[in-house]
């Protein structure tokens, strides 16, 4: 059965097993068992993720204490090990108390802050699967990325925003978009508030005061976009074309701006259809929102059901969220410095739903000495940004450029075909810049060599050529 799995693996594009800079070097199966790295070998975050280990599904179990502003949780990690492994990492931010594996105690130590080091007491052979159960406590939230806060609550409210390596708060996991797994999420909180995850609820059960919501993700899931919420929300559902919706809104938001974020997320349905039509089919089981009330600075694409801040009612934050779903959830980074196929191509998305030219988005940028070539705008290399700028302005605004200009330069038949065709090869897998730039060229029968250069690399506007997408 471990050898059939391998061949499907190998099979689907950048799938995790199949992936290029993964140690296939891995010996035969008699070999000495040895240490499982610290990290899968990110570019930008070497000890991002874990090396050895392939997390098939996360049971998370988690119970926050709002007066102690304490999560306390056990999580069993299906794992296989991908080699004889002597010991292995995963990734956790909070204080540990005990680790199992298949039932028996395993050493543990954190030689790092966001490492969980484990020995078990026999070692792994490879291809074994087992079950890693962690128990942990703390009080999350000190570091989050670039000094931003990635876990916010307040007293009667909590929010996850895990990009890109914050989900270490509140669950062990091998914390890169390059091992994907299934989720079962249980939150205990006060009986009086509701929970919110990705996926669907299964079930609520009500202790006294306390109450446990079972949140279930079944689709391939990368651990950055796994969250959770809990207070105090109005909630809405339903079903359209065949796809469960859910959404939520804080009662915690003032009135006013709590109606104008339930009308706008109630408009997911709609935009999922939208982009269904254009992009191929939704790739998840379900859709929807949570609008927050905590001052969460961003809005974060978390599978199924993006977070938000407090919406007005325009709808261009709804589509990049949504087309997240097929450009970073589905199809997913190889490493950090791909980041542009997420963010240019959801921008993209943006544009293309309120019909915005290249010329107009162009204008703004070209020689403006605020926003343009001084600000360093065109000096961002999006085929390597650096890990300082994966949310800059470039990556975002020129990475959607590039995609308006493709779409002139390739025509509007070729280009969805382009996008239609990516999003299914790439389903549930990863993928790279260069793996666009040929598939690009692939489905439209022309060179894109210097375009993608002077779109994605050079260090100056593009020239307002026809070679360059502009007419
Ligand atoms: N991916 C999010 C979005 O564009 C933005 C995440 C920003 N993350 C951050 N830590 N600042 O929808
Ligand atoms: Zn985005």
Redesign the pocket.
């Known amino acids: 059965l471990t050898a059939a799995v391998a061949t499907v693996a190998a099979l689907v594009p950048g799938s995790a097993v199949g992936s290029p800079d993964r140690d296939r070097s891995a010996a035969p199966a008699a070999a000495a068992p040895a240490a499982g790295k610290p990290g899968i070998g990110d570019r930008y975050w070497p000890l991002d993720g874990n090396g050895g280990i392939d997390v098939r599904h996360y049971g998370i179990d988690v119970a926050y204490d709002f007066d102690a502003a304490r999560l306390s949780g056990r999580a069993t990690v299906r794992l296989r090990a991908r080699n004889a492994l002597s010991r292995f990492n995963l990734d956790l931010l909070l204080p540990v108390s005990a680790v199992t594996v298949d039932g028996v105690p395993a050493r543990f130590s954190k030689p790092k802050q966001h490492e969980l080091q484990i020995t078990p007491a026999t070692p792994l052979r490879r291809g074994e699967v087992v079950d890693v159960v962690v128990r942990y406590a703390g009080k999350p939230g000190p570091v ?3 000094g ?1 806060r ?1 876990w916010l609550a307040d007293d009667d409210e909590v929010v996850t ?1 895990n ?2 390596h ?1 989900a270490p708060w509140w669950f062990p996991a091998n914390d890169h978009p390059r091992d994907k797994a299934t989720y079962d999420v249980r939150v205990t909180g006060p009986a009086a508030y509701q929970v919110v995850s990705n996926g669907l609820p299964v079930r609520r059960t009500v202790d006294g005061r306390r109450a446990t919501s079972h949140w279930r993700a079944t689709d391939p899931m990368a651990s950055y976009l796994a969250f959770f919420a809990l207070g105090r929300f109005d909630v809405r559902r339903g079903t359209r074309a065949g796809l469960p919706w859910y959404v939520a809104v804080s009662k915690g938001l003032p009135d006013s701006a709590r109606r104008s974020t339930m009308r706008t997320l109630l408009q997911s349905d709609e935009v999922t259809q939208w982009l269904s039509k254009r992009l191929g089919p939704y790739p998840f089981e379900s859709t929807g929102g949570l609008g927050t009330s905590l001052p969460v ?5 978390n599978q199924t059901r ?1 977070t938000y801040p407090g919406l007005g009612g325009g709808l261009s ?1 709804v589509v ?2 949504l087309a ?1 779903q097929w450009f ?1 959830d589905s199809v997913s980074v190889q490493g950090w410095r791909d980041i542009w196929l ?2 240019g191509f ?2 993209f998305m943006e544009f293309a739903y309120a019909k915005t030219s290249l010329r107009e988005v162009y204008r703004g940028y070209r020689d403006d000495g605020s926003d343009g070539i001084d600000s360093g705008f065109w000096r961002v290399d999006l085929t390597d940004p650096g890990k300082h700028r ?2 800059s302005d470039s990556v ?1 605004t020129r990475g959607g450029m590039a995609l308006l200009a493709l779409r002139n330069r390739v025509g509007v038949k070729d280009f969805w075909r382009i996008m239609r065709s990516w999003s299914r090869t790439h389903r549930y897998g990863n993928a790279t810049v260069g793996d666009f730039r040929a598939h690009a060229a692939r489905v439209s029968g022309e060179r894109l060599g210097a375009f993608f250069d002077a779109w994605l690399e050079a260090p100056r506007p593009p020239a307002t050529t026809k070679a360059n997408g502009f007419r």
């Not at 600075?297 to 694409?301: I, R, S």
């Open positions: 989050g990325y670039a931003e990635n925003m990009e890109p914050m600075g961003f809005a974060l694409e993006p934050i990049h969220e997240h970073g997420n963010e959801a921008t994966i949310f975002y």
